[in-house]
């Protein structure tokens, strides 16, 4: 089981998102709005951050989140879920970039394989 932040302002993909990775056992810290993720930071540094990388209504992007969690938890992995086609900007500062719509099934092996700290493609199912 990992400790997941997750930052997402979609309310439904929050949800779906949410409740995917606690029926598999992982213990998630919601989060629609990327200040108040900052703010938690501190008292809930997770095992994994999966967050999306753009927000609407903001300038604010999921780099910020994602700098301040490295700067709590150096062994922090990154998930990032987006809907820009060039995610090559994030690369260098996470674990995984993920297009969306995500896959849940891509999604709870790029957990678990964070949390094993090896590559996803270690636990990706086959077939």
Not at 15 to 34: C, I, K, M, N, S
Not at 58 to 68: E, H, N
Not at 92 to 118: D, E, F, I, Q
């Amino acid at each position: 089981m990992a400790h997941v932040m997750l930052v997402e302002d979609d309310e439904a993909t929050r949800y779906a998102t949410q409740r995917a990775l606690e029926q598999a056992g992982h213990a998630v810290a919601p989060f629609g709005d990327p200040d108040a993720a900052l703010d938690a930071l501190t008292q809930l540094p997770p095992d994994v951050l999966v967050l999306d990388y753009g927000f609407r209504g903001t300038s604010r992007d999921g780099s910020a989140i994602a700098d301040r969690a490295r700067a709590l938890r150096r062994d922090v992995r990154v998930i990032f879920m987006t809907g820009y086609p060039d995610a090559a900007v994030v690369l260098s500062r996470c674990y995984l970039v993920l297009p969306k719509p995500v896959n849940m099934g891509r999604l709870l092996a790029a957990v678990r394989a964070a949390t094993l700290h090896v590559s996803v493609d270690a636990v990706a199912p086959r077939g």
